[in-house]
């Protein structure tokens, strides 16, 4: 007899502590952002990608998003992009600093050039130093040939979009344009990263009348090796132009100095 109300109050215990358990279950439930159903799985959402177009420090071009670094050798200058350009008339536009781009959004983009450095000649400082406007005049000259034919060799860092499209297919119009008896691509290695490697040469002034008037006017097509990979989705291609083998081997050693993290 004595032992029945220790047993009651034990059970209204019980009773208090499931409905209280219940109510907090019920509350929770209620008020999780998401509900999975049994058989249904819900995708985690990911930080989007921004693309980075580069920048140089100290002679050397990093890229955070493909992740790799390239010196820029004494006597070389490196151009990419630092700004985007608004339009505020037919003949104003004002420059600010380029805004970052979704990965997703981007198509292609030419993030490194590196060309012959130009030093440029003050006319009146010249002639005061060497007498002359020779070495004006020279400068003048080169300027004038890189305007119209762009630099006798270069090193340019480009990169393509595939969405979706192969490798292959990228590589194919490479071949179409400047290969098309060189046979199939070679493979280098460079930094731990696999690049396929074709052999071509411009195309610039094909056809008469345009071969004619591209040769009178001092244009000259020039060589090129092109190394093409995958990373993150786009093609990425070094691309090398040049007229002659001292100029191939200063380029070559850029491309050795590659390094991918």
């Given amino acids: 007899m004595n032992n029945k109300p220790k047993k009651n109050k034990l059970s209204l215990k019980v009773l208090v502590f499931l409905f209280l358990g219940s109510l907090a279950y019920a509350v929770y439930d209620y008020f999780k952002p998401f509900k999975v159903q049994e058989g249904v799985v819900v995708a985690k959402t990911s930080t989007p990608e921004y693309f980075d177009y580069g920048s140089v420090t100290d002679s050397i071009y990093c890229n955070d998003f493909f992740k790799f670094r390239i010196p820029i050798l004494k006597g070389h200058e490196a151009q990419y992009k630092q700004y985007d ?50 070495k004006w005049q020279s400068y003048q000259s080169e300027k004038s040939k890189r305007e119209r034919f762009g630099a006798d ?101 850029m491309v050795d100095g590659i390094h991918f993290h």
């Fill in 85 to 134: 350009y608004i339009e505020k008339t037919i003949y104003e536009r004002d420059s600010v600093p380029a805004q970052p781009l979704l990965a997703s959004e981007v198509n292609d983009n030419d993030l490194l050039f590196v060309i012959p450095e130009l030093e440029k000649i003050d006319i009146v400082k010249s002639y005061k130093e060497e007498g002359s406007f020779e």
């Fill in 153 to 253: 060799y270069q090193l340019i860092i480009r990169v393509h979009n595939l969405s979706g499209s192969s490798m292959h297919g990228y590589l194919n119009q490479f071949g179409n344009l400047h290969n098309p008896n060189y046979g199939s691509p070679n493979t280098k290695e460079i930094s731990g990263v696999f690049f396929k490697e074709l052999h071509g040469v411009e195309n610039n002034g094909d056809g008469s009348p345009g071969k004619v008037m591209f040769q009178m006017l001092g244009g000259k097509n020039k060589n090129i090796i092109t190394y093409s990979t995958e990373i993150k989705g786009f093609a990425v291609s070094i691309e090398l132009f040049y007229l002659n083998e001292e100029q191939k081997d200063v380029l070559l050693e």
